[in-house]
Structure formats: structure tokens, C-alpha cells
């Protein structure tokens, strides 16, 4: 694995730092869409010499070099998650987690907005996640 990243890194223009490795590896990982917080947080036991400012170069780094996606959901803590197969989100209101759904595409009559070009759309739904929800069946 670690050669295979190493050549993603080396398409990508980014030298392959363990930092920079051990960060990608925890996206990979986890799938929780992270805060700079968390990442720093679960790593600095391991990477003893790591700060929050390191963290947030490094997925700065990846955002330009688009290997990380910074997910924009609308609160002021940036979240993040390797870039993967397009897809849209569901941000649970209760316990705050965010989900990856199938990518929901609108289809928007240009009319409605004339002169603009559409290149993008992203869709994000709010409400609450089957797990929260049976919880409050249950409570
Ligand atoms: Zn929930
Ligand atoms: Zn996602």
C-alpha cells in the first residue's frame, strides 16, 4: 500500500512525507469526514511531534492537489474526506454525523437563472439518521 500511495503522491506533485502518508492513511481509514481536530487529536500519540498547523497544511496541500475534498456543509468547522466517487451527504442534526448517500443530481431549468452556466451542483441533506431516529422511538 504504502508504494501504491507514494505513486499517488508522485502524479500528484506532493512528496511523501510520513506525516503526509500517515494523515492520508487516516482518511482513508475512517470515513467520518474528520475536523482538523480530530485528525490531530487520533494522531498525536503516534506522531508525537505533530501540531494542529501541521495538519491543516497538509490537508491544504491535498485540497489543492485535489487528493482530499473539504466537505462544505454549512458549519464553521471544515471537514474532510479523500476524494472518492461523487456523492452527496446526509448531516444527521441529532448526533452530527454525516453520511455518504448516493450522488443526487436536480435538474435545474437554466431559465431560472439566465446567463449562469452550470458546472456544478451539490445536494446535502439535513435531518435525522435511522440510528438517531430509533432511539428516539425507543426513549
Ligand atoms: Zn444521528
Ligand atoms: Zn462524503
Redesign the pocket.
Known amino acids: 500500500m504504502t508504494e501504491t500511495l507514494k505513486k499517488i503522491f508522485k502524479e500528484k506533485g506532493v512528496s511523501p512525507s510520513y506525516t503526509r502518508m500517515r494523515i492520508y492513511y487516516y482518511l482513508d481509514d475512517c470515513k467520518t ?1 474528520p475536523t482538523v481536530d480530530t485528525i490531530y487529536k487520533e494522531l498525536i500519540d503516534e506522531l508525537p511531534t505533530l501540531s494542529k498547523t501541521t495538519v491543516y497544511n497538509v490537508l491544504k496541500l491535498f485540497v489543492e492537489k485535489e487528493l482530499v475534498y473539504e ?1 462544505n456543509i454549512g458549519t464553521n468547522e471544515k471537514r474532510y ?1 479523500l476524494v472518492i466517487e461523487k ?1 452527496s ?1 446526509f448531516i444527521c442534526q441529532v448526533c452530527n454525523t ?1 453520511y ?1 448517500i448516493p450522488y443526487i443530481c436536480r435538474p435545474i431549468d437554466e431559465d431560472v437563472i439566465p446567463g449562469f452556466e452550470i458546472i456544478d451542483q451539490e445536494v446535502n441533506l439535513k435531518g435525522i439518521c435511522p440510528n438517531c431516529k430509533h432511539k428516539q422511538i425507543t426513549t
Open positions: 469526514h466537505v474526506e456523492h451527504h454525516i455518504d
